[in-house]
């Protein structure tokens, strides 16, 4: 039986050009300095078969929290020959509100995300400013309003849901983060969502500054290693270094749009 490969898209829906780094990293010493968030989320294609990762940024939320938006996943999809309505299957690495912007674009998809997601964003922590500034209560509604029509799918802490794409828990920014490990031409690449926001968290092991729990994010970095096959197999989910050394997908036209199981250019 042929093993299946994916073609893994990255989708760059908007920018922050003013963030800085001490609004990024605990205890920075140089926190003024500028260091810009890109946001991404993600498709992954087979031959026969396409899988959303996260739903972007509604715009006027984008706007309310002084982020740029670049490009829609909807006409980031339709560039590359899909339509938002035909998926079938979307994963949700966490509920953060720059993740599920475009809910509503996939009504005929099954939606999955972690169990322990569902519960620390519909609990008490939810009561503590700290923990649900990055959360739209509108969203969650929407969770909760798919779930009881029996098209959110709460999974456990590995979830296998196609062949050569599997479903990993890490915690850390959120109670219910997870990473997604996908089989490509060139290896098992684990596309890393938040649970790294850039390489620099990897490669320093410091936590990023939006946290549910520092050790989990930092132990999450060990179980990245342990499922990419290098760590040039690893994607993390807001870095701009990203658009520097892996190349656009020529199919989209577009420099928002990337192709992310490509061998990357050296990460200097």
């Not at 739209?136 to 709460?154: D, T, Y």
């Amino acid at each position: 039986m042929n093993e299946t490969t994916w073609r893994i898209y990255g989708i760059r829906h908007a920018i922050n050009a003013n963030r800085t780094r001490g609004q990024n990293y605990i205890l920075d010493p140089d926190p003024g300095a500028p260091l810009v968030l890109d946001f991404y989320c993600w498709v992954l294609v087979s031959d026969d078969h396409a899988i959303m990762v996260d739903t972007g940024m509604d715009p006027q939320v984008a706007a309310r929290h002084g982020h740029t938006p670049l490009l829609s996943p909807v006409a980031a999809l339709a560039a590359l020959g899909l339509e938002a309505a035909q998926i079938d299957t979307v994963l949700l690495t966490h509920a953060h509100y720059d993740h599920l912007g475009y809910l509503d674009a996939f009504p005929n998809a099954q939606f999955y995300m972690q169990a322990e997601e569902m519960a620390y964003i519909t609990g008490p922590f939810m009561a503590r400013p700290w923990f649900r500034r990055a959360y739209e209560s509108a969203e969650i509604l929407k969770l909760v309003s798919l779930l009881h029509a029996g098209r959110l799918h709460l999974h456990g802490r590995e979830r296998q849901v196609a062949d050569g794409v599997s479903l990993h828990w890490v915690g850390g920014h959120t109670a219910g983060q997870e990473i997604v490990r996908v089989r490509t031409a060139r290896g098992w690449v684990v596309l890393a969502s938040d649970a790294l926001h850039y390489y620099e968290e990897y490669e320093r092991g410091i936590p990023f500054a939006i946290v549910y729990s520092s050790a989990d994010m930092i132990a999450g970095h060990d179980v990245i290693r342990a499922l990419a096959d290098s760590d040039d197999h690893v994607l993390p989910g807001h870095d701009p270094r990203l658009a520097l050394i892996y190349p656009q997908a020529e199919a989209a036209g577009s420099e928002h749009v990337l192709r992310l199981d490509a061998e990357p250019a050296t990460r200097g």
